[in-house]
T-cell receptor
Framework: GENVEQHPSTLSVQEGDSAVIKCTYS??????FPWYKQELGKRPQLIID?????GEKKDQRIAVTLNKTAKHFSLHITETQPEDSAVYFC????????????FGAGTRLAVHP | DTGVSQDPRHKITKRGQNVTFRCDPI?????LYWYRQTLGQGPEFLTY????????KSRLLSDRFSAERPKGSFSTLEIQRTEQGDSAMYLC????????????FGEGSRLTVL
């Protein structure tokens, strides 16, 4: 069935270091890959997304890469700050369209000053 | 606030009772989704509406769960004969028609079944 695996489940870094979170997906028809950030007690919020016709996308300190052949995509956060501490979820669209997202289990990122 | 709103934010009920959650999406959004999130997990898809039509329902959803979106605006999610395993955060999200796009989530309705 449709599945998204996310690693690691927890990640602890020092302020200023980089953080990388990796996801794999099973549905070869997936063509939309968003990343959501969820702070404690808050709603998930989109931080960056990538479509299947693009290999990489950057937005300031955040970048996402996509390898469709290997069905991998990754989130890269550079120069981490304490306010980056949160749970990050990757997701992939399924059924060849954009109607439904399957989410990974999440990565709890802790950035220590 | 013109975001997605959900009500109630918290619900504590006894096993066997029925509960209903309401979601008001962003007004111009035609697509509405319900997700369930348990501690330490990502949101799990429950069901999807395009306007008033329920186009997909997760096979994980038992017959005790029903959702409606009668006029293509707000939606309700009802759980009948609640079980302790139903305890979770129920998230509603909406998005506009046409192409891939951001899901705008509500703050969620947290259900605790005693």
């Amino acid at each position: 069935g449709e599945n998204v695996e996310q690693h690691p489940s927890t990640l602890s870094v020092q302020e200023g270091d980089s953080a990388v979170i990796k996801c794999t997906y099973s549905d070869s028809a997936s063509n939309y890959f968003p990343w959501y950030k969820q702070e404690l007690g808050k709603r998930p919020q989109l931080i960056i997304d990538i479509r299947s016709n693009v290999g990489e996308k950057k937005d300031q300190r955040i970048a996402v890469t996509l390898n469709k052949t290997a069905k991998h995509f990754s989130l890269h956060i550079t120069e981490t700050q304490p306010e980056d501490s949160a749970v990050y979820f990757c997701a992939a669209s399924v059924s060849g369209g954009y109607n439904k997202l399957i989410f990974g289990a999440g990565t709890r990122l802790a950035v220590h000053p | 606030d013109t975001g997605v709103s959900q009500d109630p934010r918290h619900k504590i009920t006894k096993r066997g009772q029925n509960v209903t959650f309401r979601c008001d999406p962003i007004s111009e959004h035609n697509r509405l989704y319900w997700y369930r999130q348990t501690l330490g997990q990502g949101p799990e898809f429950l069901t999807y509406f395009q306007n008033e039509a329920q186009l997909e329902k997760s096979r994980l959803l038992s017959d005790r769960f029903s959702a409606e979106r009668p006029k293509g605006s707000f939606s309700t999610l009802e759980i009948q004969r609640t079980e302790q395993g139903d305890s979770a955060m129920y998230l509603c999200a909406s998005t506009a028609m046409g192409g891939p796009g951001e899901l705008f989530f509500g703050e969620g309705s947290r259900l605790t079944v005693l």
